[in-house]
């Protein structure tokens, strides 16, 4: 039995994103280690996970966890146990119905205290159109769709494309397209799940996080210039590349600096965001192009996110211990249901 409102870092789930989840969840652990540990499995199944298991667990961006204990029941079982025992839900998760909303509608329907943007954020920001949408509506710069049927007129007007799924994070699924074969290859992709396609640009990609405050204010973290020896920031060149760098904060001229922190926080506050957040950029020459927004964004520690966190003087206790009293006092606070 839990004390009164208790910790439980809740780690795993269905995504493809589940490997981040699990290194995500070691981070949080090695702050809160008095946290209860629950692994939410692909077959829906949520076990109680000792410490040292988690612990012992290597090479976390390439090997599944498997917990080793019995499960106690599926989601919704686990999250009623949360809710009867006055526990916070820290989220440890990625992707998926943790990303997506589902998970946060969850837990708002039983008013039960969880970290990180509520269900109709993550709705937004999961649809990498929908969130482009949103976007470009408060005022950032975007890039045009291109529609599967016109893939090769673009080809022809752009050079060359990029592909990544509408609904995924942690970079899986991306394919630059340089030929026709390319093309039908994300035909192919698309027959599976639904894929988004851009102009491929050449740019210095950025990243910048937004950090709600437990007074409740709003501040954009500083920028992060990430370098990958291809180009291209893909799973790969995210989690297991050692040449991949994030420079903290990034070397951008002061406007640009200024640029991609006002329009993190135009697009935090635009998609209805809560807790934390980090948006994703490409900047071109002097102009600063949205990419996607992450309601709950990698917390490990190959994660940008604790970088800027510590480029702030935030340490990664005081962060976590924030989000939970912001979680508890929004669920005392929720009038939703």
Same mark, same amino acid.
């Given at each position: 039995?839990?004390?009164?409102?208790?910790?439980?870092?809740?780690?795993?789930?269905?995504?493809?994103?589940? !490997?981040?989840?699990?290194?995500?969840?070691?981070?949080?652990?090695?702050?809160?280690?008095?946290?209860? !540990?629950?692994?939410?499995?692909?077959?829906?199944?949520?076990?109680?996970?000792?410490?040292?298991?988690?612990?012992?667990?290597?090479?976390? @961006?390439?090997?599944?966890?498997?917990?080793?204990?019995?499960?106690?029941?599926?989601?919704?079982?686990?999250?009623?146990?949360?809710?009867?025992?006055?526990?916070?839900?820290?989220? /440890?998760?990625? /992707?998926?119905?943790?990303?997506?909303?589902?998970?946060? !509608?969850?837990?708002?329907?039983?008013?039960?205290?969880?970290?990180?943007?509520?269900?109709?954020?993550?709705?937004?920001?999961?649809?990498?159109?929908?969130?482009?949408? @949103?976007?470009?509506?408060a005022g950032l710069t975007v890039l045009p769709n291109i529609q599967l049927d016109e893939m090769e007129r673009a080809l022809g007007e752009y050079n060359t494309l990029l592909a990544?799924?509408?609904?995924?994070?942690?970079?899986?699924?991306?394919?630059?397209?340089?030929?026709?074969?390319?093309?039908?290859?994300?035909?192919?992709?698309?027959?599976?799940?639904?894929?988004?396609?851009?102009?491929?640009?050449? /740019?210095?990609?950025?990243?910048?996080?937004? !950090?709600?405050?437990?007074? /409740?204010?709003?501040?954009?973290?500083?920028?992060?210039?990430?370098?990958?020896?291809?180009?291209?920031?893909?799973?790969?060149?995210?989690?297991?590349?050692?040449?991949?760098?994030?420079?903290?904060?990034?070397?951008? *001229?002061?406007?640009?600096?200024?640029?991609?922190?006002?329009?993190?926080?135009?697009?935090?506050? *635009?998609?209805?965001?809560?807790?934390?957040?980090?948006?994703?950029?490409?900047?071109?020459?002097?102009?600063?192009?949205?990419?996607?927004?992450?309601?709950?964004?990698?917390?490990?520690? *190959?994660?940008?996110?604790?970088?800027?966190?510590?480029?702030?003087?935030?340490?990664?206790?005081?962060?976590?211990?924030?989000?939970?009293?912001?979680?508890?006092?929004? *669920?005392?606070?929720?009038?939703?249901?």
């Amino acid at each position: 039995m839990s004390t009164a409102q208790s910790v439980t870092i809740l780690f795993g789930g269905p995504s493809r994103e589940r !490997l981040v989840s699990v290194a995500t969840a070691q981070a949080l652990h090695a702050a809160l280690p008095h946290a209860d !540990l629950w692994f939410w499995t692909t077959d829906d199944t949520v076990h109680v996970v000792p410490p040292e298991e988690l612990l012992a667990h290597a090479q976390v @961006f390439e090997t599944p966890f498997e917990p080793k204990g019995a499960g106690f029941g599926d989601i919704n079982r686990a999250l009623d146990q949360a809710k009867a025992e006055s526990r916070v839900m820290l989220f /440890g998760l990625h /992707g998926g119905p943790a990303e997506n909303g589902e998970l946060p !509608l969850m837990c708002e329907i039983r008013r039960l205290a969880f970290t990180g943007a509520g269900s109709a954020a993550g709705n937004i920001a999961f649809n990498k159109g929908a969130a482009k949408r @949103f976007a470009s509506l408060a005022g950032l710069t975007v890039l045009p769709n291109i529609q599967l049927d016109e893939m090769e007129r673009a080809l022809g007007e752009y050079n060359t494309l990029l592909a990544k799924p509408l609904r995924d994070g942690s970079s899986y699924g991306l394919i630059i397209v340089r030929t026709p074969d390319d093309i039908e290859a994300v035909r192919a992709a698309a027959k599976l799940e639904e894929y988004l396609v851009e102009p491929f640009i050449v /740019g210095v990609e950025a990243t910048c996080g937004v !950090l709600e405050q437990p007074d /409740g204010s709003v501040i954009a973290l500083p920028p992060i210039e990430t370098i990958t020896a291809s180009g291209v920031l893909d799973y790969t060149a995210k989690y297991l590349a050692p040449t991949t760098q994030d420079i903290c904060p990034g070397r951008f *001229a002061p406007n640009i600096s200024e640029k991609l922190m006002e329009d993190a926080l135009i697009a935090h506050k *635009a998609m209805s965001c809560a807790g934390y957040s980090r948006s994703d950029f490409i900047v071109r020459d002097n102009e600063v192009v949205f990419l996607e927004l992450n309601t709950m964004p990698g917390l490990s520690r *190959a994660s940008a996110y604790p970088v800027s966190l510590r480029a702030q003087d935030i340490s990664f206790g005081e962060f976590l211990d924030g989000q939970i009293a912001l979680a508890r006092k929004r *669920a005392g606070q929720s009038q939703h249901f």
